[in-house]
């Protein structure tokens, strides 16, 4: 250890006698004598191509339960509810085109009929709403909202209950809701009313049956002027 110590005051001695005070080395003296050529530039690039619009699979086995009832409960009961939530359909909506300005989710209930054919309802009302519309960047289990802030208005919409007895009647809606939208059918909402039906066409023991059929139409973004 001395000897190191030894050898490095000599060091300092031997450059102070040279007349060396210091020595400093600058970032800036070094780039001022390095030259750079550009010898090209390169392109990074990515394409982004328009989707589908496309509505998910609901099931035939999917069904509205209205329960069962005795012919004296109809005196009492005007408004028939759910009796049960476990086997509604499940409402989704994917839209990854570009060129749709909107769409529309529809729902159409055909009249109710005796299973044996032999009876047709008049005057049912269907009403069916739906709820917790949200629109989403993808299916995944976190995905983002597609639409915050002042653009939350482009996300889907539900509407409330809606008489879609005979009619096709707009139940969710998207201006555009682009990802994937989905819906609840709202169990509070959704009745059949039946006021309008008279004891004696339910007379007789019978099940009776209506069909929902959903469908999904689009907007076309309009074709800028030449």
């Known amino acids: 250890m001395k000897q190191s110590v030894w050898l490095g005051l000599a060091s300092i001695a031997i450059l102070a006698g040279l007349g060396v005070t210091g020595i ?3 970032a800036d003296d070094i780039s001022a004598t390095t030259s750079q050529t550009t010898a090209g530039t390169s392109k990074a690039t990515f394409n982004v191509e328009d989707g ?23 005196g ?10 476990s086997n509604l359909p499940k409402i989704s909506v994917t839209n990854y085109n ?8 529809t729902a159409k209930a055909d009249p109710f009929k005796s299973t044996d054919g032999n009876v047709t309802l008049d005057n049912v009302v269907f ?17 983002e909202d ?7 208005g482009k996300a889907a919409k539900a509407a409330s209950a809606t008489d879609i007895m005979g009619v096709s009647a707009k139940v969710l809606s998207g201006s555009p809701a682009l990802g994937v939208s989905t819906a609840s059918v709202d169990s509070s909402a959704t009745n059949l009313d039946i006021s309008g039906v008279g004891l004696a066409q339910l007379a007789g023991a019978k099940n009776y049956q209506s069909t929902v059929t959903w469908t999904l139409n689009q907007t076309p973004t309009a074709a800028a002027a030449e």
Do not use: C, M, P, R
């Not at 589908?52 to 004296?72: C, E, R, V």
């Not at 009403?127 to 995905?143: F, H, I, R, V």
């Open 24 to 26: 400093t080395a600058h």
């Open 76 to 85: 009492k009961n005007q408004k028939l509810i759910l009796k049960s939530s």
């Open 52 to 74: 589908d619009l496309s509505i998910g699979k609901i099931d035939s086995d999917t069904a509205f339960d209205f329960g069962s009832y005795k012919l004296s409960d109809f």
């Open 98 to 105: 570009t060129t749709v300005s909107g769409w529309t989710l």
């Open 146 to 152: 597609t639409y915050t802030g002042a653009d939350a």
């Open 127 to 143: 009403n069916l709403g739906l709820t917790g519309a949200t629109t989403k960047e993808s299916n995944l289990d976190d995905a």
